[in-house]
Every structure is written in structure tokens, then in C-alpha cells.
């Protein structure tokens, strides 16, 4: 009590003094004395800057400056979709000791990775205080637990194996059916190819990998896909080594890697490609009015389908926020959890976000359009974990894919791949 309440003085008196930005995306503001400055600002660190889901942070902050008028939101956000950049700083950051006051982190193997190497508090306390194991859902809780203590706050959820297509270019290059199987995706491509259109676009390396967990799934079925990461996996055998030749069918359809997944997705909804698949982040892009998003118009400019041979299966991942051991305001940092933890901030975000709320009791007449189809499949379809973003591989292994991926979109050598896969599996040590 007695500290939130020298707090609150402290952040009064930073309050009257004027002048100076914090930085980042933090507010224009006043320069005050560094020890006023660091009570105030949240330092709170993701990768959404880009088009599209900086829509969705900047809607959470503004509730959180609402909420706590004494604490300024500071955006240390690192460009760069699905977040390699932004983890490859956050991991100095965290070696050194000098954490930030939150940061985002996918639930599953990702965070455990962090759990292990100890940089994180337990978030026990909210649980209890606001009553979140009743909001969650206990798998989802199960992810970014170890021995009963629970690790992080989930915001959303969102769907990994997503094909968004451009209905109009299908229909130029006579694809009369949205395809369901590798097979019928395959022959789709080499028709838009034959009509002159890019097959399927394609963004920055990691992009690589969405597709080709899209692909695995698709290609190996649920079952086998779940079996990967348990020891039962066969990343040997003959139905790996078809699905990596699939990948490679597919993948040559790709048209010329653009910086992101942003500008990948944009040659869709502009009629330029056909295809692409992404997750449902692309969805906020596409659809957010024109500050933000590209203000397209659903089924006109852009569909939707499930990557194919997926149909029936969620691919998820989960952003969630943290508590850093020694993040230098846990105040604020606590203050950013219960909004990211609560209703309102989670129908603020996600719908902007282009995920459904991680919370069971989200307001459904918020999501609509393609939202209302994922908060539908979230809660009847099968489910499988994304390997780029998180769930199912920590950061090391993910790291060994991304790597073989890389050489693989040079070679174009299937059994050089399988063997690498294999080996990151053997040497994950997860
Ligand atoms: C994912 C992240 C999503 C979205 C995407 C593209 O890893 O979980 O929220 O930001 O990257 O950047």
C-alpha cells in the first residue's frame, strides 16, 4: 500500500514538471528528472510496428493511458515481422541484465525457453487477484506454465494456416474452386502461372517457414504434424520426405521474396498474386481502414480459406505478455499485464489485431467477418501448433529450421533439408 502510494507522489510530481519524449512511440512530452521518468514509463517490447498490427497495440495503449494516467506507454517495438529481430535484441538485452519492463512472447516452447533460463516472475498473484484461470483456457494455461506457476498474460490467439487469395485473379486464370488438398492447391498455382499472375506471394525469409509448416500440416495430416514434437516423430521417413518435395512443388510457384509479410500480402489484395498464406495478422491488415490497413473489402478483394489439406485443423499461436526478472518499473509493468489480461483490452486489440481474444468471455459481436469464422473453427476445429511462432519448437530449434530453410531456398535439395530438419530434431535437446 504504502509503496503504490509514493508512487502515485512520484508520478504527481513528474506530472508537474514539463518537458521532453521518453523516445520510442512513447509520448511527446516534458523532460523530467531521470528517477521521475523511469516510475512513469512502461518500457514495452514487441515487433508490431509494421501496417496492421501496430493498429492493435496503439488501441491497448490507449486504454492503458486511460487507465493509469500516471504511466506513460514507451513503444520499444523492433521492426521486423514474426519477431526474429526483435528476440535476437531481446535475448541481449535479457543476458545482460538489463531487461525491458514487458515483453511479448509466444506461448509454448518459446516461453519455456525463457522459463528455463529463469528470466521470468511467475504471474501467479494476477491470476488469483483477477480471477484469470476462469477466463482461460487451461491448454492455453498449460503452455505457459512449469510446476504450477504460470509465466505470462495470452492476448489472443491467432491462426497460423490461413490461404488468403484474391477471388478475382482466381477467376481470370479459370480456378473455379477454392482448393482443398496440396493437390487441387498445386494445379491452382500452374494455372494463375499460365494466366500470367504471381502463383503465390511470398515476404521476407521466415515467411518461408509459415509456408512450410502450412505445408507439413497439409501434406503429413494432423496427426503425424502433432507427432514431430513428441518422440514418436519420424522426420525420416517417406511421408516427410513427400511433404518437403510438396514444399518444394509449392514453393516454386513463389514470386520474387518481398521485404515482409506486408507487402507479400498487399500483392493479393491488389490483384497482382493469387495466393498467399499467413497468418490471420493479415487479416487486420486487409481489412483496418486506411491509416492502418489497407481498407480492403472482404470477399471482394480478398478471401480466405484454410491452407490447403488443413481444412478441420487450427494451427494457433498465442502472443503473450510478460514479467521480466528485474524489469526497472514492475509497477507499470504489472499495470500493462492487467490490461493486456483484461475484457476491455482484449476487444480493443484484437479485432484491429486481426486474432480472437484469448479470454473465453470476449465480447463475440466484436468479431466479425473472418473473425467470426476463426472464433468458430478456434472452438470446434482439431489444433496444432505453429513452429515459426513459437508453440511448438523453442528458439534454438526454430533457429536450426529457419537456417535449413534458408540453404534449402538455394539448393532447392530435398534430401539435404529432410536430413537438417531431422538433425535439428535430434539436437534440439528440448
Ligand atoms: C507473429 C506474432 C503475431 C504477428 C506476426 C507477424 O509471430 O505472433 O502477432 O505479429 O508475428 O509479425
Sequence with gaps: MRRRWMAAVAVTVAGMLTLTACGGGGNDGAAQSPQADAAKKVEVFSWWTGPGEADGLKAMKEIFEKQNPGLTFFDAAVAGGSG????????????????????????????????????????NFLYDELKLKDVFPQQLVDQISVGGQIYSVPVNIHRSNVMWFNPGVLKDAGVTEVPGTIEEFIAALEKVKQAGKVPLSIGSEWTAVHLLESVLLGSLGTEAYNQLWTANSDWSGPAMTKALNDYKTILSYAGDPQDDWQPAAKQVADGEAAFNIMGDWAYGYFHNPPDG???????????????????????????????????????????????????????????????????????????????????????????????QHGVTVNDAWRTAINEAVGLFQQSKDVAALQTALADAAKNSGQ
Excluded: C
Excluded at 485443423?313 to 509493468?333: E, H, V, Y
Design 84 to 123: 526474429d529481430k526483435a528476440r535476437a535484441l531481446l535475448t541481449s538485452k535479457l543476458q545482460a541484465d538489463t531487461p525491458p519492463d514487458t515483453f511479448q512472447g509466444h506461448a509454448g516452447a518459446e516461453l519455456q525457453g525463457y522459463i528455463k533460463a529463469g528470466d521470468l516472475e511467475p504471474v
Design 293 to 387: 490497413g489497407l481498407g480492403k473489402t472482404s470477399k471482394t478483394d480478398f478471401d480466405w480459406a484454410p491452407s490447403p489439406g488443413t481444412g478441420g485443423t487450427f494451427m494457433w499461436l498465442s502472443d503473450s505478455f510478460t514479467l521480466p526478472k528485474g524489469a526497472p518499473n514492475r509497477d507499470g509493468a504489472v499495470a500493462w499485464l492487467k490490461v493486456a489480461a483484461s475484457k476491455e483490452g482484449q476487444d480493443a486489440f484484437n479485432p484491429k489485431k486481426g486474432s480472437i481474444p484469448a479470454r473465453k468471455d470476449a465480447d463475440t459481436s466484436l468479431y466479425t467477418d473472418y473473425l467470426a469464422d476463426a472464433l468458430k473453427d478456434w472452438g470446434s476445429n482439431k489444433l496444432a501448433g505453429s513452429i
